[in-house]
């Protein structure tokens, strides 16, 4: 599936911003779909992911320890957009934010952390910049 990324943009401290994943010509139906970040200088970091389908795990998801409670991810009702609903940004949030997905598997911790190479289908990303 083809992944296309967009919402990413400049905002100060504490704001919001609303990241989207749109899946061209198709849909996420049983798919994971997870968003990853990139800041310059450190290595990919997994941000949080979603199990789409009606099957065994839908609708389940994953979060960094350092989103939880400020990060939400969620999925259009015709499947075909993934969103990550951003609160309370923060410096450290400065990243290209990049999605990715997979048919037919379950969303984890451990596909995000340890096995993110199971993801074959990468956008190609969009900047998030958190500065005063």
């Known amino acids: 599936v083809q992944l296309v990324e967009s919402g990413g943009e400049s905002v100060h401290p504490g704001g919001s911003l609303r990241l989207s994943c749109t899946a061209r010509?198709?849909?996420?139906?049983?798919?994971?779909i997870g968003w990853f970040r990139q800041a310059p200088g450190k290595e990919r970091e997994a941000v949080s992911c979603?199990?789409?389908?009606?099957?065994?795990?839908?609708?389940?998801?994953f979060y960094a320890d350092s989103v939880k409670g400020r990060f939400t991810i969620s999925i259009s009702d015709n499947e075909d957009t993934v969103y990550l609903h951003m609160d309370s940004l923060k410096s450290e949030d400065t990243a290209l934010y990049t999605c990715?997905?997979?048919?037919?598997?379950?969303?984890?911790?451990?596909?995000?952390?340890?096995?993110?190479?199971?993801?074959?289908?990468w956008g190609p990303g969009t900047q998030v910049t958190v500065s005063s």
């Open positions: 990715a997905a997979e048919e037919f598997y379950i969303c984890s911790g451990y596909i995000m952390k340890s096995t993110p190479q199971i993801f074959t289908s």
């Open positions: 010509k198709s849909t996420f139906n049983d798919h994971a």
């Open positions: 979603i199990s789409t389908g009606r099957g065994v795990g839908a609708g389940r998801t």
